[in-house]
């Protein structure tokens, strides 16, 4: 399996420019035959957005993520892709999905958020639950976002 890593300086709460980002660095981990494509922590946003978390909130069905999805269809790499979620009960989420087939496998909600030194992420974010088996046909992952990560 070889993997694009794909570390990426997204424009603060601009969607439009991040998503175009994403096709670009899909594009390019396509063209080095990755099978899996994976992006940083809030990689459609930006990470200290404060009073912008709510304005740049995605649900699953948004049609620009959407078509992020479908790049991972018809041979397309896997892909792991972080992004602010509002979920169907009107909560915000610090996310990553997980992509592949043209279909999500799976969305990691965060579920240690810092709130200490400069981050407030309890603020802006509710907590996710659970870690999840993700079954690709890479073989199986699991997705940790951040602060996830310290607390194992």
């Known amino acids: 399996m070889k993997a694009a890593l794909c570390q990426i300086r997204p424009k603060l709460g601009d969607l439009d420019a991040n998503f175009k980002t994403h096709h670009d660095w899909i594009d390019r981990a396509t063209e080095a035959s990755a099978d899996l494509v994976l992006f940083p922590e809030l990689s459609l946003t930006g990470y200290f957005l404060r009073d912008l978390t709510q304005e740049v909130a995605l649900e699953l069905n948004d ?11 018809d041979g ?7 992004f602010v979620e509002r979920a169907s009960d009107h909560r915000t989420y610090n996310s990553a999905l997980f992509a592949e087939d043209g279909k999500v496998l799976s969305v990691h909600r965060k579920v240690h958020l810092p709130d ?33 990560a310290w607390h194992l």
């Open 63 to 73: 049609p620009r993520l959407e078509q992020l999805i479908a790049r991972s269809a």
């Open 76 to 82: 397309g790499p896997s892909l792991v892709i972080g």
């Open 116 to 148: 200490y030194g400069i981050f407030e992420e309890g603020r802006y974010f509710a907590a996710g639950e659970s870690f999840d088996l993700i079954q690709s046909k890479h073989g199986n992952f699991g997705v940790m976002i951040c602060e996830d």
